[in-house]
């Protein structure tokens, strides 16, 4: 009797564990969390490939860690439900412009960061009206919904300038044509997302260049997984020292790379 209990208890530690892999994608794959409609950054194409700075950054991670080629699995992230894919083990880590922050720090573990970013302004190439944040006080603003970036400008010019000035499409892809057709005069968000639409029209719009909040855009791991962390964060230095990191900035940033010349030193804690 005690045997055939020992053998029931193993039999479902294994069925535990098999359904732990199926969730990860299975025990030969690495998968990686990442945004699918960022151009520049994360973005699914129409071949179904993968293409942007933080799948960059996820394939030399991955490569260091030991998986290549169809070993590596792209799942799609939202801001949503990073936290919980990681909790939950649906996938190894998330690149997805996450920005390391105290509370999230409570509840997941972070490497990096890999890119330090901040909030910016696109404005038009011919419009040299804009060159600071001051500067939008009187002037027609996009931002998206749902996006902390508007807030912050509402939060420095005030509720009547919210009403006048400022416009919140659903994502930051439907202010570019906005923008051109001088429906607006600018767009507010990350440089890194600014600069990521922007590069789909060279010669268009500029990039102020003068960020007025800071961005560190980490590797999300498990809270307790030290070691993966660790191996990580050898990977992203690996990846500033070896000139990767450079190569991936002006492969997907092209005339705005200029802007994150830079790599950010990775923090351990």
Not at 104 to 123: C, E, H, N, S, W
């Amino acid at each position: 009797m005690r045997v055939r209990r020992i053998g029931a208890v193993v039999i479902a530690i294994a069925a535990a564990a098999a359904s732990l892999t199926a969730c990860s994608g299975g025990s030969d794959k690495f998968v990686v969390g990442i945004k699918f409609d960022q151009p520049g950054l994360g973005q699914k194409q129409p071949d179904g490939s993968f293409k942007g700075f933080d799948v960059d950054v996820a394939n030399y991670v991955a490569k260091e860690l030991g998986y290549t080629g169809d070993k590596v699995e792209f799942k799609e992230a939202i801001s949503a439900n990073r936290e919980s894919f990681i909790q939950q083990g649906q996938v190894n880590i998330v690149i997805a412009t996450y920005s390391i922050t105290d509370d999230r720090k409570k509840k997941i573990g972070f490497a990096g960061p890999y890119l330090v970013t901040g909030q910016d302004i696109l404005t038009r190439a011919d419009d040299t009206t804009i060159n600071s944040v001051d500067d939008l006080k009187d002037k027609k603003v996009c931002g998206a919904q749902g996006s902390s970036s508007p807030k912050r400008l509402v939060d420095k010019f005030g509720d009547a300038w919210k009403g006048q000035y400022l416009t919140e499409q659903q994502g930051y892809g439907a202010c570019l044509p906005l923008l051109e057709n001088k429906q607006v005069d600018a767009i507010s968000t990350d440089a890194t997302i600014l600069a990521g639409f922007a590069t789909q029209s060279p010669g268009k719009f500029r990039l102020v260049g003068k960020p007025f909040s800071e961005e560190k855009y980490g590797i999300g791991v498990k809270l307790d997984d030290k070691d993966t962390r660790e191996k990580i964060n050898a990977a992203v230095e690996k990846m500033f020292k070896d000139g990767s990191w450079k190569k991936a900035v002006d492969a997907n940033f092209g005339e705005f790379g200029k802007f994150f010349t830079t790599p950010p030193a990775v923090e351990r804690y």
